[in-house]
């Protein structure tokens, strides 16, 4: 009875943390979960690459499949137990970091749904320490990508850049940069469906088309996945994790999707630093202008703030498959975690 009550307690709290966020994101603009944005005509068919979740759902906490015992980067194919999984709560689940922030800067919300959900391997916020971690969603290429990549080299930063299928046929030599300058590539999906509405059987078929092209292709057995849109369900986050993916998710973002549509860079890069909490996940997307301006800027801000940008690894990943470090040598094993910092200078 205890643990139940448990459970009610803290979904209830999720469920008031999450419509407030909603109601103040409304009030300020800051809805981190884009509406379905239009890319530019002059990519060849692109997919969309945002778009807002399904509809409200109350989270639960019932016990996740179990996660694949297969080591990360080294899967060529994937599995899963549709059995285990469809018997999980299919009812999208509408989320948000929100505006609203605890005693110590970071997202009520994503504290809370960290709380909820991290059991099925989710990150929504990192650790409460000094640490932020960039990642750029890629649904389409748009001429600034480059840059991007120019910036984080000048500063011996590494990210996550998530992919999908059409960025994947479309970029090939961009996405050769990012392998080859130590960057983790994640998987965003093919063709950009909604996970929380598919079928588990959909949702499969479309992560493992992606999965297996990147392993063909660089070897790479991918383990960091994205929600297109945002939207989830228990049922596809079990899904997600039964393949041996973390889901990663966000706890800053700002409307940067829309290239026609561009905050100016001095409050986009203002907001951005404003936002920094400790575990900040930024979520960014590279089709327009403003985030190839502030980038470098926003890197030295942080480091003045004394944030280290850290590099996110799959939940429970040993260290010794670990994604290697290539800023310095590491005389002892780290402990097992799945958030590492990379050297601030």
């Given amino acids: 009875m205890k643990r139940k009550a448990l459970a009610l307690g803290l979904a209830a709290a999720l469920m008031t943390a999450l419509l407030a966020g909603c109601m103040d994101n409304t009030q ?138 059409h960025y994947l046929n479309s970029a090939p030599d961009l996405v050769q940069r990012m392998v080859d300058e130590g960057h983790i590539i994640g998987n965003h999906s093919y063709d950009h469906p909604n996970y929380a509405t598919a079928s588990a059987e959909d949702a499969f078929e479309d992560l493992s088309k992606l999965h297996e092209a990147v392993y063909n292709k660089w070897g790479i057995g991918m383990d960091l996945f994205r929600f297109p849109e945002g939207a989830f369900s228990e049922q596809s986050l079990g899904l997600i994790q039964s393949t041996g993916y973390t889901s990663v998710f966000w706890s800053y973002a700002y409307n940067d999707w829309n290239p026609d549509s561009q905050m100016e860079p001095a409050l986009a890069l203002q907001k951005a630093l404003d936002g920094a909490h400790n575990g900040c996940i930024y979520l960014f997307h590279t089709v327009g202008r403003t985030n190839s301006l502030i980038l470098g800027d926003l890197i030295d801000g942080l480091r003045e703030q004394g944030y280290q940008l850290a590099l996110i690894e799959p939940m429970g990943t040993p260290p010794a498959e670990q994604h290697t470090d290539p800023f310095e040598e590491r005389s002892e094993p780290e402990e097992n975690i799945f958030l590492r910092p990379w050297p601030s200078n």
């Fill in 28 to 165: 300020q603009n800051q809805n981190p979960v884009p509406p379905a944005s239009q890319p530019n005509t002059s990519a060849a068919n692109p997919p969309a690459v945002s778009g807002a979740p399904g509809t409200e759902s109350t989270p639960t906490t019932s016990s996740a499949p179990a996660q694949s015992s297969m080591p990360p980067n080294s899967r060529a194919t994937l599995s899963t137990d549709f059995s285990e999984v469809g018997a999980l709560d299919r009812a999208p689940i509408t989320w948000g970091p929100g505006v609203r922030r605890n005693a110590a800067g970071r997202s009520e919300a994503c504290d809370l749904l960290q709380a909820a959900y991290g059991h099925y391997d989710a990150l929504f916020i990192g650790p409460d320490e000094k640490t932020v971690y960039l990642t750029f969603d890629q649904g389409y290429e748009n001429g600034y990508t480059e840059a991007i990549l120019d910036i984080l080299k000048e500063k011996g930063v590494r990210a996550v850049f998530f992919l999908t299928g």
